[in-house]
């Protein structure tokens, strides 16, 4: 079963993934096999430059409205 972590960023937390970036303005989504999984991925990729990390039964999709980039999948 695939789990989801969510991973919001800092006003000054920017990151070049293979192409892809990520700031304040998205919502980075991990694919994991767990919560523990998802959050040792968001250290591996982001470092500690990251804002918060929601394992996805916390996520509250409702907020998006503050992310006008959306969702975007770490493809790394």
Not at 8 to 33: L, M, P, R, Y
Not at 56 to 73: C, N, V
Request: hydrophobic letters at 30%; glycine letters at 8%; a positive charge.
């Amino acid at each position: 079963m695939t789990h989801k972590t969510y991973i919001t960023f800092g006003q000054v937390h920017t990151h070049a993934i293979n192409g892809q970036t990520f700031d304040k303005d998205c919502v980075a989504v991990i694919e994991s096999e767990g919560p523990v999984s998802g959050r040792k991925k968001a250290f591996e990729l982001f470092g500690k430059y990251f804002c918060f990390e929601y394992p996805e039964k916390y996520w509250d999709k409702s907020k998006m409205h503050y992310f006008p980039r959306g969702y975007i999948t770490v493809t790394a």
